[in-house]
């Protein structure tokens, strides 16, 4: 079974600062990541797919990288408005595995 | 708009069974296969289940946690997607999201569009 894990688990940043997050797969997953952000008591939202890329409407302040094992989400200047819990979600291995979430990272503000 | 509309959530005892409905709109229903996805009580995102659409054969796939009790079901004439949930367990608690699936005729990508939710609680 393929494994995600993310860190920070929570973090706590000041409006403006640049956030941080890596989520790695325990086996090679090409580009199949997908980034959600699920503000608190609301649905998850699509924000970054295959790994990069922007979905439609989503701020330009959200950023996707990396390929294989390892990637990072990026938010460049942190607003009010983005305290969320944020989860990477692999589709390497459909239909055996499914949809697989990391365990999320908690952003708040400082 | 793509609206999807989670329905049929309740409290439910210990082994009894549950129809979850999700109604749809805003799009062409039968062109998308659509996901499950549930979340317990404070914790994260759990995926549950999909449906293929009909021109991808129909098709199911589920969770090793739900399969075997768990069943996914569509009527694309009322672009309503079911989860029928038999033999519940408490560990069954939590919210359940209905999503539209991105697929191909190869697999499945992204679940680009989500309900509200509907909390379904297991307990005697």
């Known amino acids: 079974d393929i494994q995600m894990t993310q860190s920070p688990s929570s973090l706590s940043a000041s409006v403006g600062d640049r956030v941080t997050i890596t989520c790695q797969a325990s086996?090679?997953?090409?580009?199949?990541l997908n980034w959600y952000q699920q503000k608190p008591g609301k649905a998850p939202k699509l924000l970054i797919y295959d790994a990069s890329n922007l979905e439609t409407g989503v701020p330009s302040r959200f950023s996707g990288s990396g390929s294989g094992t390892d990637f990072t989400f990026t938010i460049s200047s942190l607003q009010p408005e983005d305290i969320a819990t944020y989860y990477c979600q692999q589709y390497d291995n459909l239909p055996q595995e499914g949809f697989t979430f990391g365990p999320g990272t908690k952003v708040d503000i400082k | 708009e793509v609206q999807l509309v989670e329905s049929g959530g309740g409290l439910v005892q210990p082994g009894r069974s549950l129809r979850l409905s999700c109604t749809a709109s805003?799009?062409?229903?039968?062109?998308?296969?659509m996901s499950w996805v549930r979340q317990a009580p404070g914790k994260g995102l759990e995926w549950v289940g999909f449906?293929?659409?009909?021109?991808?054969?129909?098709?199911?796939e589920y969770a090793a946690s739900v399969k075997g009790r768990f069943t996914i079901s569509r009527d694309d004439s009322k672009s309503i997607a079911y989860l029928q949930m038999n033999s519940l367990k408490t560990e069954d608690t939590a919210v359940y999201y209905c999503t539209r699936v991105r697929c191909s005729s190869t697999s499945c990508y992204q679940l680009d569009y989500w309900g509200q939710g509907t909390l379904v609680t297991v307990s005697s």
């Open positions: 449906i293929r659409s009909k021109a991808y054969g129909g098709t199911t």
């Open positions: 805003g799009f062409t229903f039968g062109d998308y296969a």
């Open positions: 086996q090679d997953i090409s580009n199949y």
